[in-house]
């Protein structure tokens, strides 16, 4: 079992900044992959990144160049620069453990002037 608690959402305006943390505890040796991903009002859940255990990241088209995403030991972090309102979303850490994924309960991002 691992438990995630994400933390660092907020309301931020348009070309601003913010760092996500996702507080990883429980069996987080076994965690091959963590990822970020986000779910707007009326949409589908998507991944916005992700790292594996050794250290590969991945992210989606529409977030490269403006959102980092790295680890340390039991935390993720995602660092969001330059943001736009089409960023406005709950926020959710995910960790990947032997074929099993657990979520967090996520955090809300605005991005509004």
């Known amino acids: 079992q691992v438990q995630l608690v994400e933390s660092g959402g907020g309301l931020v305006q348009p070309g601003g900044s913010l760092r996500l943390s996702c507080a990883a505890s429980?069996?987080?040796?076994?965690?091959?992959?963590m990822g970020w991903y986000r779910q707007a009002p009326g949409k589908q859940r998507d991944m916005v990144a992700s790292i594996t255990v050794g250290g590969r990241s991945d992210y989606v088209d529409s977030v490269k160049g403006r959102f980092t995403i790295s680890r340390d030991n039991a935390r993720v972090y995602l660092q969001m620069n330059s943001l736009e309102p089409e960023d406005t979303a709950v926020y959710y850490c995910?960790?990947?453990?032997?074929?099993?994924?657990?979520w967090g309960q996520g955090t809300q991002v605005t991005v509004s002037s």
């Open positions: 995910r960790a990947g453990l032997y074929g099993t994924y657990y």
């Open positions: 429980g069996s987080i040796s076994g965690i091959a992959i």
